[in-house]
């Protein structure tokens, strides 16, 4: 395959990268699934050894695992392992968790601390959702390097935005809805790039659920489950699921209170802060920064924790060293009383399951953490540690 060439398959378009640029990409493939290889790789199956499926299921709480929403999700808990201890690590949002779990380090190493941070270099608030953020190799390119290949198939726009090209194939989405693609369109690229490409590793969002509340999230829930549930059998009717792994877990568990208001009033109405504070606002996390003179900024630093620390609504306010995130996070992490399980460690599903005989089975009392999903990758392939090693440890 040359590079810039596309050509049509069964069930989608391939184009390598980089040849074209993105938009042209998804105004080129409307109506199809669009899928990008890395120029040099080869397409078709490689052979006949292990597969590895990291499924997050966005925003999934543990006690909506059970066989009203999620039977499937059932179904593979009780043949695989699972691990009720299980809790996301801190962060600020969907993006630096599903960096966690692609590097096995945490934010501080990563280079991803949260969804929206102050960029002190540009002097603007923005999202981290540029393949530069992430500082730290993942699994999706360090696989490669010893011969296997390595999938992407993401809906959300930041969430391909962040891993970039590191994969060996990738799913172009297109038209996103409000930049996400829903969960059924995510499902049947997942479908074409296993039947396609078969990469060695995959990893796949569904996302639907996340953005959903009151009446319709049950709905939602109830659809991802058969979204995995397709997974497990097209991988049964393919041939492949006595060689699959499934690692299923959630970046962290959804939470759609809403904060008591800005905190940016009470800022405003402090003298010495007015003007010199730089709030980047995420679910459940306020990253506070000072732009002030460097010479006043350990005296305005105890003054802003005192202040914020009064606001209604707020649970604790930390240093970002404290919960391990980067100086992306600004001087202060303000968590918040509402959506505090998007920032702070809470309770995921995690689990293990498929074909391979080294899925074990039963209830594993081992706390786990979503920044060993990379460590788990690594060792079912035989991956050696990153340099500084990870943060993180296998759950097999």
Known sequence: MTQGTQFTCRSCRWVTLPA???????????????????????????????????????????????????????????????????????????IPHHVMMMTGVRPDRGGVSADTIFDRARGVVRTLGRASDLTFPTVLERLPALGFRTGSVLPKENLRGVFGARASYRWEPGPPVEGNAPDAFTSHALHAMIDEADPDLVLVHFGDHDREGGLGRPLAVRTADEQL????????????????????????????????????????????LRNRVVIAENAGADLVSWTGPASDRDLALRHLESVVSRAPGVLSVHRPAELRLGPDAGDLVVLREAGRHLAAPAPVPLLVAGGDPVVGRGVSATPVSTVDVAPTVGRLFGLPEPPGGYDGQSVI
């Open 229 to 272: 549930g397709k997974l497990v059998r097209h991988l049964e009717a393919s041939g492949r699921w006595e060689r699959s792994v499934l690692v299923v877990t959630a970046d962290h568990p959804v939470d759609r209170s809403s904060p008591d208001g800005s905190l940016r009033g009470r800022l405003d109405a402090d003298a010495l």
């Open 20 to 94: 074209v640029k993105r938009r042209s990409l998804l105004k080129a493939a409307a109506g199809s699934v669009l899928l990008s290889a890395a120029p040099g790789v080869a397409l078709g199956t490689t052979g006949v050894g292990r597969r590895v499926y990291v499924v997050v299921v966005d925003g999934l709480r543990p006690d909506e695992v059970g066989t009203a929403l999620t039977p499937n999700l059932v179904a593979l808990r009780a043949n695989g392992t699972y691990f009720p201890r299980a809790r996301s690590a801190p962060a600020v949002g969907t």
